[in-house]
């Protein structure tokens, strides 16, 4: 197993070295079409002590949201496709988990999303309709405000995430021999999804958290700038807007780096639960 999780590590430091070249490759052609005269090794000293303390804080309030995010994510998501399959044949649970696959299916529930959080304008709630959502504030305010935009942020990925688990993992251990001569043999259903199909599927489904996570990202970027939180995201929205290479750059790196990190994180777990990696004399591929 420690050959396993060196491995994945390894690979993950050649994910971050390699993303950082196509980044910086990427930034170096467009200072090239915009006539800059600076390198992409330069941006990052365009910016001040200020600035960069300002890029923290942005940081930290777009990681903030995430956490909300995230977190509901792989515990409803799970949560739901492992449910969805255990009652898979009751008619009231099916019409239950409609609308989350309809979220998972339809692109443009993100684009619901967003209308919904646009509404808070509307509403007049303090913070998103007379200028920014007052993250700095100290106390709950601002954890109130990160759990506007994650709370629904997370529905659609919770759909995402609920496909994967029952339409993929649990749907494919459902199909072993020994579990379709358990259910002849008479076992009770509810034993056999427990103690069989779910056992064996945990390591599979604790592998697939960091799926939909770059599309969340994205919706992450998109609503912080509509809504005006002062995360990463409105920072590099505005610095594509204004013609700031050095915004884009640094915030795509961010970002890249929190999904390198969060998969990392989906492998160790996918290593360390699964028995034939754990026990193995060589790690199996992952």
């Known amino acids: 197993m420690i050959r396993f ?3 994945r590590t390894g690979i993950a430091i050649v994910r971050l070295i390699a993303m950082v070249l196509v ?3 990427l930034t170096q052609f467009s200072l090239w079409l915009l006539d800059e005269p600076r390198q992409v090794w330069q941006l990052a000293g365009s910016f ?5 303390a300002d890029f923290s804080k942005r940081s930290i309030a777009s990681f903030r949201v995430l956490a909300i995010c995230w977190t509901t994510v792989v515990i409803f998501g799970l949560m739901i496709g492992i449910l969805s399959a255990r009652f898979r044949q009751s008619r009231g649970m099916k019409l239950f988990w409609m609308p989350f696959m309809v979220a998972s299916w339809v692109p ?6 967003l209308a919904a959080l646009w509404l808070l304008e509307g509403w007049g709630h303090p913070g998103f309709a007379d200028g920014e959502a007052p993250v700095r504030v100290e106390g709950l305010n601002q954890w109130w405000h990160a759990s506007l935009l994650g709370v629904i942020l997370a529905a659609g990925a919770i759909g995402f995430q609920y496909r994967i688990c029952r339409e993929g993992i649990i749907r494919r251990g459902t ?4 579990i379709r001569s358990s259910f002849m043999r008479g076992h009770r259903r ?4 427990y103690d069989h199909i779910l056992k064996n599927s945990m390591p599979a489904l604790t592998g697939v958290i960091d799926r939909g996570l770059p599309a969340t990202l994205g919706m992450l970027a998109v609503s912080e700038w509509a809504f005006r939180y002062p995360g990463l995201g409105q920072f590099l929205v505005e ?10 750059f640094l915030t795509a790196v961010v970002f890249s780096g929190v999904v390198i990190l969060v998969t990392l994180l989906a492998e160790w777990i996918h ?5 034939r990696i754990r026990t193995g004399p060589y790690p199996i591929h992952y």
């Open 5 to 7: 999780l060196v491995r």
């Open 23 to 25: 980044l910086g490759t």
């Open 108 to 113: 443009a529930f993100w684009l619901v999303c």
């Open 190 to 193: 509810s034993t056999i999804f």
């Open 239 to 248: 610095g594509a807007r204004l013609g700031m290479p050095e915004a884009v």
């Open 48 to 52: 001040d002590s200020a600035e960069l």
């Open 271 to 275: 290593g360390i639960l699964d028995r």
């Open 175 to 178: 199909q072993q021999e020994f």
